[in-house]
């Protein structure tokens, strides 16, 4: 049995990232994972994920944007790993919209580079686009795509290469303070001592953090592939860019370059509007009424699209109910550090995460401003 500074619980996209922060900067890390390494059942699967910097969700945000992007750029350089891609994106829908007038505020209170585009300008621009006459877009050249197992990959893998202790098929059973401080953690297999506990358990959440009062909803999430009728052509990343796509009645779906070559299809999704599971519980299976479902609203945005259905696979969201995330010091028990309710936009914070939990973790502060993502806003607990 090792010795160790700090056990991370949860594998997944924060739980790797902040594994390879803490190794990094020389803690002596034992990491826990339930499933195998970048696996499917949890919430970081499916190849490809949003980023943009232009955030609809709150300006808060974009401090953290801008410090991930880096690290993007960090962790493409040291794993040689193809993790990040920029296509550029677009978010459209009415002025007024959320998608819209969010996305505006966020870049003209922090002065990021994009442009506005009525409907005209926007099917010039992206000639697979096709918006109403009262649609408007902005673009953001900063917009594009990580690669969520890809990602996970390379943090174990500079996480294992710093020295970091990495258990797989090993869920954590139980787990307690120590009376001198620390704690001790149980799995099947053994008993794990270490100064510092950090759970980052993304859908698992409502099982494994129940103390933090934060009442969770996990939420069936489906993604769809298909192959556009005229060929990629038209829609490789070249030409076609990730797009966020409100209409009137404040339904988001959004999309994808074709990015796994000729017959890998392109990946659009509805965000949000799941129905609420549990890990165990999830049908995963997609039927046919859903993939007809996500057929007609393409088809109402992209004239290339649906073209053939080729694939849909399930996914899961941990919703907060202001869809901000919790990461903080857990309020209750001074040792531990937690991460969860990413709500479905958590993956382009995956490194600034990572970096924020091994701050947390060994100094119990951070320059990253975290204060919005508290649990007690949701909870009533106080620190
Ligand atoms: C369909 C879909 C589309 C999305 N699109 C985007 C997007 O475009 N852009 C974006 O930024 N975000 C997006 N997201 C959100 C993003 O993917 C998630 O916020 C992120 O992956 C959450 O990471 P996590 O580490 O919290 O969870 P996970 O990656 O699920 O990790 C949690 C880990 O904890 C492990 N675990 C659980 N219990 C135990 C235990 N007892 N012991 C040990 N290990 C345990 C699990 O096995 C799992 O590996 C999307 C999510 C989905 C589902």
Not at 365 to 374: A, G, K, V
Request: glycine content about 12%; charged content about 20%.
């Amino acid at each position: 049995m090792g010795v160790y500074d700090v056990i991370v619980v949860g594998l997944g996209g924060m739980g790797s990232a902040a594994a390879y922060h803490l190794a990094a900067r020389g803690v002596r890390v034992l990491g826990l994972e339930k499933f195998g390494p970048a696996h499917d059942r949890g919430a970081s699967h499916g190849g490809s994920r949003i980023t943009r910097q232009s955030y609809f969700e709150s300006p808060s945000y974009v401090p953290l944007l801008l410090r991930s992007y880096e690290l993007f750029d960090g962790l493409a350089r040291d794993s040689g790993r193809d993790v990040i891609t920029l296509t550029g994106g677009v978010m459209v829908g009415r002025p007024d919209s959320l998608t819209v007038s969010g996305s505006r505020r966020s870049a003209e209170q922090w002065g990021l580079a994009h442009e506005m585009l009525d409907a005209a300008e926007l099917r010039r621009r992206f000639p697979t686009l096709n918006p109403e006459p009262d649609e408007v877009a902005l673009y953001e050249a900063k917009a594009g795509f990580v690669r969520p197992e890809a990602t996970v990959s390379a943090h174990l893998e500079l996480a294992a290469r710093a020295g970091a202790d990495l258990r797989f098929e090993e869920p954590m059973a139980s787990w307690h303070e120590l009376p001198g401080g620390g704690v001790r953690v149980e799995t099947a297999a053994g008993s794990y001592e270490a100064g510092r506990l950090v759970i980052t358990p993304g859908p698992w959440a409502p099982q494994l953090l129940a103390d933090l009062g934060v009442p969770f909803i996990i939420e069936r999430q489906v993604q769809y592939w298909f192959q556009p009728a005229g060929g990629v052509g038209p829609f490789l990343p070249e030409r076609h860019p990730i797009y966020i796509w409100e209409d009137a009645t404040g339904r988001q779906i959004y999309g994808f370059p074709a990015i796994d070559g000729p017959d890998g299809g392109a990946k659009v999704a509805f965000f949000r509007g799941g129905s609420p599971t549990t890990p165990e519980t999830i049908d995963r299976e997609v039927h046919d009424d859903e993939v007809r479902a996500m057929a007609d609203r393409t088809r109402h945005h992209l004239p290339g699209l649906p073209g053939t259905f080729l694939r849909a696979k399930t996914c899961l969201y941990s919703n907060t109910p202001d869809e901000h995330f919790v990461i903080a010091q857990h309020p209750a028990h001074d040792a531990v550090t937690v991460a969860c309710g990413f709500s479905g936009h958590g993956f382009k914070f995956v490194p600034v995460v990572g970096e924020i939990l091994a701050d947390l973790a060994t100094a119990g502060t951070t320059r990253h401003p975290i204060d919005l993502f508290h649990p007690s806003r949701l909870s009533g607990v106080t620190s």
